[in-house]
T-cell receptor, first 114, second 116 residues
């Protein structure tokens, strides 16, 4: 399966600031996704990162708050903008090599907002 | 709304005990089904998957799961657990209409603690 590198692994940020999380894959993949795991809860899909076009966001998530880039088939970024304590979560990147293939996950970014 | 329900939030077993973790989903159509595992300090890993064919699926480390369409269930089993199976287990579903979008819907997770 693809090797996924996610950076940073953790960060502590001030309220009102923004943080960009990077996801790098060692091979070209069809699809890349961003998930959020809030404390004590399960994973929720934020958006699908589309190569060369705007991301597809799930209900409850908007581009202004979570801008996403995917400049090529191996790299994507997620920005958490204007952070508040409610954004404290683990953010995970996942990739799908092809259609009807399982998703594989990165190590996640543990984000705490003071 | 589509959802996935895992019956047990926290399971404690002794080594060599048998394991069954329940998973039910709410979607009337065709689905792809998955179990993921997260060992302490590690990332989510795929344990097994079901796309089609034999409803009894075998995964890594001796785990298996059975898809029962009539019950909308995909329970995870292992005949004899080991201390190293201590982890969090997530059931996940992709409704078939979402196979192009890849939207994984996760259950709440079950924490398994195996006592040596």
């Amino acid at each position: 399966s693809a090797v996924i590198s996610q950076k940073p692994s953790r960060d502590i940020c001030q309220r009102g600031t923004s943080l960009t999380i990077q996801c790098q894959v060692d091979s070209q993949v069809t699809m890349m996704f961003w998930y959020r795991q809030q404390p004590g809860q399960s994973l929720t899909l934020i958006a699908t990162a589309n190569q060369g076009s705007e991301a597809t966001y799930e209900s409850g998530f908007v581009i202004d708050k979570f801008p996403i880039s995917r400049p090529n088939l191996t790299f994507s970024t997620l920005t958490v903008s204007n952070m508040s304590p409610e954004d404290s979560s683990i953010y995970l990147c996942s990739v799908q090599v092809g259609l009807n293939q399982p998703q594989h996950f990165g190590d996640g970014t543990r984000l705490s907002i003071l | 709304a589509q959802s996935v329900s895992q019956h047990n939030h926290h399971v404690i077993l002794s080594e060599a005990a048998s394991l069954e973790l329940g998973c039910n989903y709410s979607y009337g159509g065709t689905v792809n089904l998955f179990w993921y595992v997260q060992y302490p300090g590690q990332h989510l890993q795929l344990l097994l998957k079901y796309f089609s064919g034999d409803p009894l699926v075998k995964g890594i480390k001796g785990f298996e799961a059975e898809f029962i369409k009539s019950k909308f269930s995909f329970n995870l089993r292992k005949p004899s657990v080991q201390w190293s199976d201590t982890a969090e287990y997530f059931c996940a579903v992709i409704p078939h209409g979402s196979s192009n979008t890849g939207k994984l819907i996760f259950g709440q997770g079950t924490t398994l603690q195996v006592k040596p």
